[in-house]
């Protein structure tokens, strides 16, 4: 279950000390644009250090390298592949090239660590006009690619447009990304709500992104967690709502009926698939919950 | 690995150590440190291993702590050394 992800500067130890106390499902430690080109190196091998030495627990661990068109995702990966993070976060992700060349270089250092291919999963992050028109071939680019994640500051420094509360100059992109994401089976994160201060409007966004397809959102400061995590939580409603159609479809199964309806609404697939979706969340939320099945 | 020039890596911040290295004919480590009363040998043992593992046997280290756990003393030593043999 991965409803948030907050980003962590990577040259800075007292928040990459605590990383896995402030609530989010996953952290991103960042080499990017957290860490200017002096501290590069610096931050890499404090990440690693990191890496190897603090034992993050419920979370997953998620690194953002630098670009493919710079001198420092190469070294970014070779110290932080041997840790095995479960995930890899490449920025500027333009096109299926990009994640194929990150891939590649990916598997090569694999192999040399002797972890078996793909254990290390891809979640481009899309931050261009031309990654947003190419989200489709960008997700069905590689088996590693897990999940998506749009980027709004740049890309709409890249579309030229000013970025708003209301989010309508990224609307577009977003609904894009879902739907590309959602035709390649993975999953796909919003946007940071970069004003820190304002909680109403990091519900309002989160809502209308979690109403878009999103599966969760990424976080610039550990104030927006608690916000993002309830939000892409499922309500109790929801879950109890899953627990009937699950004990509806199997008594129907039992009793051998076709066709079967709750509260006069028709049970088809889709509904079965969303039930299924929201106990899983349950599960992984709470833990424990027996299978209704 | 030699240290062939003046380096510094890491901050004054709280959580962070201050690591500066200078050649030297000989090894000295000079730590200072909010817990230097109990962690003073530690922080050397910690240093202490950096160099090893890089293969540093001469060079003035001079470490400021702010209270920084053992694996942030240790990128900061090993940063400011790579730094200070031109491997940046």
New interface residues.
Partial sequence: MRRSMLFIPGN???LL?NGDVLGSDAIILDLEDAVSPAEK??AR??V???L???HYKGCEIIIRINPVDTEYWQKDLEEVIPLKPNLIMPPKVSCAQDVKTVSDYIAKLEEKCGFEKNTVKLIPLIETAMGVENAFQIAGADERVAAMFLGGEDLTADLRCKRTKEGNEIFYARTRLVCAARACGIDVYDTPFTDVDDLDGLYKDAQFAKSLGFTGKASISPRHVEGINEVFSPTQAEIDYAHEVMETIRIAKEQGKGVVSLRGKMIDAPIVERARQVIEMEKAMFGGVEDDE | MKITANAV??TL????VYVKVEPCDTLEIEIESVVYNQFADDIKASVKEVLDELGVESGRISINDKG?????I???V??AI??AGGN?
Avoid: W
């Fill in positions: 800075t130890p007292n000390m190196d610096s091998i404090l690693r250090n990191a190897k030495h603090l | 890596a890491g911040e709280s959580s962070d920084a756990i053992d694996c942030v240790q990128a900061r090993e940063t790579k730094r940046k």
